[in-house]
């Protein structure tokens, strides 16, 4: 039986487990999906004795996604534009990095009819900001404001845009509320309001900026409905919660670990149901 792993430091909260079992177990396939912890600084152990296993390939979370980088033979584009790997598939003796988060991101706001949008609001200017703001500025997003506590982590972000599309700014409500005035999306990208953050939003008035028909999208799937959600919904505006990324993140995962296209709606039904069950 081949194996793939989602390896960490922690691992053990990791859902991947989940979503994946569920779907191998629908399409029959004979490969079983663990959670396997790795330490910082172990990862040139891991891949030596995962080549030596039945390893097929694995998820990488905290804190390897850099780290690996150096340790592979081949990145996809998109790993190449964030600096960043979550998935590597072990082939043919070879090691392939991936990321899904930015086609995740896409593929969640396509479903939720949030995309195209031409100016957009990113809250945070972490990893998953990364990825988020330099995939819409490359799939077309004319404007993508990053807005940052720690405004020079915003710029230092923005500079990885040669086009000019992104900007940094600061956090503050003024700056948020002149922003999303001019906005048709907000996405967040801060742990504000994530399960186990000690810190929420303080002031979501900002929201009343965003126009009539505006998204907001919040990456946070733990709790499913955010205060930024809430608020969001109250005010009219589309909202969209982090579960159906976590999800599309996955199926793209495994299509690469399978390198074979898979029902993708099929996928996300077992997955959310897994999930769904998983969580309440
Ligand atoms: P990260 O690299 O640690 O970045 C965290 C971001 O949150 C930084 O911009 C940080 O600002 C900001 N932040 C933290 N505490 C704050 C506070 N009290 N006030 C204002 N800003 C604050 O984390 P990440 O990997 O990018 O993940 C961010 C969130 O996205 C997490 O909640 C994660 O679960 C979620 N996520 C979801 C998916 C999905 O598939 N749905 C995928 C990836 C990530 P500073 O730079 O100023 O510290």
Redesign the pocket.
Known sequence: MSTLHVIGDPVVHSKSPIIHGAMLAELGVDVRYTAHPVPRGGLEDYLVWAEGQDVIGFNATMPHKEDLLPLLDELDGDAAMYGAVNTVCLQGGRRIGHNT?GQ?CLAALEEGEMWPAEQVVVL??????RAVALKLAREGARRVWVC???LP?AAELCAQNSAGALTPAG?DVETLAKLCGQAQLLVN????G?EG?P?DFDDLSFLDALPTGAGVFD???HPAQTSLLVEARRRGLNTLG??S??IN?AILALEFFLDCPLDRVRMAQVAGQALKRALD
């Open positions: 988060d995740g945070g200017a972490g990893g998953a900001a940052n506590r720690t982590r956090f990208c801060t742990n504000l994530m953050c810190r990456l946070i799937y982090g579960l990324m976590l993140q």
